[in-house]
């Protein structure tokens, strides 16, 4: 069972970033999914989750209208669409999968049955 994040890179301020997480070893379309981050010194932190359906969807206020999760379960493919990247949005950023839809544990990082790895989005002044 594996998630492989890939998309990241270095863009400059105001720009944007397509990220994407494949799945494989296992079908994760039943599966909940999220994006989360870590910046260098820092805890990693939520920054978006959608259930299996894409029917709900929930973000991190400081990506709240930047940020748009969406999935294509036909692909096994989670992605994350960034706009407006602000230098503050530099880590390396996570896809993970969670069986039971749990907000308030997502927004804690924790909840999640998967980790996948990560790729590193570095966004310049």
């Known amino acids: 069972v594996q998630l492989q994040a890939s998309g990241g890179g270095l863009v400059q301020a105001g720009g944007s970033l397509r990220l994407s997480c494949a799945a494989s070893?296992?079908?994760?379309?039943?599966?909940?999914m999220g994006w989360f981050r870590q910046a260098p010194g820092k805890e990693r932190e939520f920054v978006a989750a959608?259930?299996?359906?894409?029917?709900?969807?929930s973000y991190a206020d400081s990506v709240k209208g930047r940020f748009t999760i969406s999935r294509d379960n036909a692909k096994n493919t989670v992605y994350l669409q960034m706009n407006s990247l602000k230098p503050e949005d530099t880590a390396v950023y996570y896809c993970?999968?969670?069986?039971?839809?749990?907000?308030?544990?997502?927004?804690?990082?924790?909840?999640?049955?998967?980790w996948g790895k990560g790729t590193l989005v570095t966004v310049s002044s």
């Open positions: 959608i259930t299996w359906s894409g029917s709900t969807k």
């Open positions: 993970a999968a969670a069986r039971v839809w749990d907000i308030a544990a997502m927004r804690g990082s924790y909840g999640m049955d998967y």
């Open positions: 070893g296992r079908t994760f379309s039943s599966d909940h």
